[in-house]
């Protein structure tokens, strides 16, 4: 089974760019989808983006549209999310989660553990 961990968070300013990776070990990782999700203090856990096995299909939420973009490396494992134009509503607790089978969040039965993300204004 695969495992996850996230890295890259950090403190940056409103417009400032970050990427964030997430590193998998384990077997058959081109198999899983890919997603990034989000939990800021008060608020739910919601999608940010998602990314196919092969990497063929980029899914985005509208509040990031435009200013994330995902992409994968299966020779390495990694799945990373470039952040530019950074808002301080971004900030929260960023998880990769790996999904088997569908895209719906409760197909991702895989998380890592998260990594702080914080955009001051």
């Known amino acids: 089974q695969v495992q996850l961990v996230e890295s890259g968070g950090k403190l940056v300013q409103a417009g400032d760019s970050l990427r964030l990776s997430c590193a998998a070990s384990?077997?058959?990782?081109?198999?899983?989808?890919v997603g990034w999700f989000r939990q800021a203090p008060g608020k739910e856990r919601e999608f940010v983006s998602s990314?196919?096995?092969?990497?063929?299909?980029?899914y985005y939420a509208d509040s990031v549209k435009g200013r994330f973009t995902i992409s994968r490396d299966n020779g390495k494992s990694t799945v990373d999310l470039e952040m530019n134009n950074v808002k301080p509503e971004d900030t929260a607790v960023y998880y990769c989660?790996?999904?088997?089978?569908?895209?719906?969040?409760?197909?991702?039965?895989?998380w890592g553990r998260g990594t702080q993300v914080t955009v001051s204004s």
């Open positions: 989660a790996a999904s088997a089978g569908g895209g719906w969040t409760a197909d991702y039965k895989i």
């Open positions: 384990g077997r058959a990782f081109s198999s899983y989808r």
């Open positions: 990314i196919s096995g092969s990497g063929g299909t980029r």
